[in-house]
DNA sequence: GATCCACTGGAAGATAAGGAAT
DNA sequence: ATTCCTTATCTTCCAGTGGATC
């Protein structure tokens, strides 16, 4: 039998659990959606400029599909108004500058970074005017710019200021994270919150009907064991309430199936897809990290080694700059390693624990290995420059 | 209950790197 | 070349926190 044939039938369309897929309906998101609506009704109602807004929710709650969806309604509904959607996800960029920058690239095709700000600001304005009377503009992970706030607030006031004539502009902002709202300078909350929606993670019940829909399209008639779809959604409830998660191990479940020519989907496929994805998100946060970061998951890998995890910043600082020393790196200040450990911990490779009773008062961290031990050693190991010191430490 | 003190996190500024305009 | 702009990384400094200690 050839590489590609299989005597088994698990798929009928998998395109419905890949990332890209818009579904027709949300029905666990209703009121949410008709959150986003009204702030786009005065558009629609009288070419008006359509109210800001901005959506907050932990990844994989729906955000994204959301505005999608209700995008795809308003052009549906929408037909004698001179409108235009864009929709720019801002995940690569750490500044409102390069969100400028970038975003004018995309729609021109023309670089402009190394411009003054106020250049780029000038140019973005041009082009909006020159597209159409109403512009809605999505900044899909609009957290990932940090502090710096500046378009949050320029565009939603650009045409109070002068800088847009005719052209009005609504502005929707999705934030992965709530921390950012908390952030968020003053005067922006002023000219941005409109209307804001929240999106709570969702609940086993609510991941297993998603799942269903889902798999529905996804699979053939009676592939599905009993108890797949609600370990796949468990899991996933237990760990991030995402559906994008839950889908995954769905999905990856039945690869497995299908690579192992079974018949059906059995529960310990799924297990097994839980295991393979959750190391794939390690390495993909791995990927990313500098050498400065590494040392210190290198400091609290050797610390939970000897079982001294979870341990206090202070602990943490001199292993490493022991490790440093072994490597003959020059260690970095403790404030600054404080944040690589930080970094860390967004990454979802280490785990900080906020304490306030401390031997001598105050608040600390403590730090300790999000992931199993072993595993995480195997994926650092892999990493050849600091795959030597491994040895080391164990 | 005043003081101690290990710790956090914000801010200021140094340095390096890199693109654009002159 | 030089100046002007940006970002990223890292130091240094310090005010604030709040249980422990006296």
Redo the contacts with the bound molecule.
């Keep these: 039998m050839g590489r590609f044939q299989s005597t088994t039938q698990i798929f009928a369309n998998e395109e419905a659990l890949g990332d890209d897929w818009v579904p027709e309906a949300l029905p666990e998101r209703e009121d949410e959606l008709d959150a986003i609506a009204t702030a786009l009704r005065p558009a629609a109602r009288s070419g008006a400029s359509p109210h800001n807004a901005f959506v907050f929710g932990k990844t994989g709650q729906g955000k994204t599909v959301g505005v999608k969806q209700i995008v795809r309604e308003f052009k549906e509904d929408v037909t004698d108004l001179d409108f235009e959607v864009i929709h720019y996800s801002c995940k690569k960029d750490?500044?409102?500058?390069?969100v400028v920058a970038n975003m004018y690239e995309e729609l021109t095709g023309e670089?402009?970074?190394?411009?003054?700000?106020k250049?780029v600001f000038d140019l973005l304005y041009e082009e909006l005017k020159s597209r159409s009377e109403t512009i809605i503009i999505v900044l899909d992970e609009i957290d990932s710019i940090g502090?710096?706030d500046d378009i949050l607030y320029e565009l939603p006031r650009a045409r109070a200021e002068g800088h847009l004539e005719e052209t009005k502009v609504g502005v929707i902002g999705i934030s992965n994270s709530f921390d950012f709202r908390d952030n968020l300078s003053p005067k922006v909350r002023d000219t941005l919150y409109d209307e804001e929606i929240q999106f709570s993670p969702y609940d086993a019940s609510q991941l297993r009907s998603i799942l269903r829909r889902r798999a529905e399209v996804a699979f053939q008639d009676e592939v599905l064991d009993d108890d797949v779809i609600p370990l796949a959604a468990a899991f996933a409830s237990q760990d991030k309430g995402s559906a994008r998660q839950a889908i995954q191990f769905l999905y990856k479940a039945g690869e497995l199936a299908s690579e192992n020519d079974e018949e059906t989907i059995k529960e310990e496929h799924v297990r097994e897809a839980e295991e393979i994805i959750d190391r794939a998100a390690i390495e993909r946060g791995m990927r990313d990290l500098?050498?400065?970061?590494k040392l210190a998951l290198l400091a609290v890998l050797d610390l939970e080694v000897d079982g001294e995890a979870p341990a206090?910043?202070?602990?943490v600082y001199s292993r490493y700059t022991d490790i440093c020393n072994e490597m003959d790196i020059?260690?970095?200040?403790?404030?600054?390693?404080?944040?690589?450990l930080?970094e860390l911990d967004m990454a979802g490779i280490v785990v900080?624990n906020?304490h306030?009773?401390?031997?001598?008062?105050?608040?600390?961290?403590r730090w300790e290995l999000d992931e199993d031990l072993g595993m995480t050693m195997d994926i650092v190991g892999e990493d050849s420059r600091v795959g030597e010191v491994i040895p080391l430490i164990s």
């Design positions: 750490t500044s409102s500058y390069t670089s402009i970074r190394g411009h003054g700000k250049k502090t710096d500098t050498t400065q970061d206090r910043t202070r602990v020059d260690p970095n200040a403790l404030r600054r390693v404080r944040d690589h930080l900080a906020q306030q009773t401390g031997v001598r008062g105050g608040p600390h961290y």
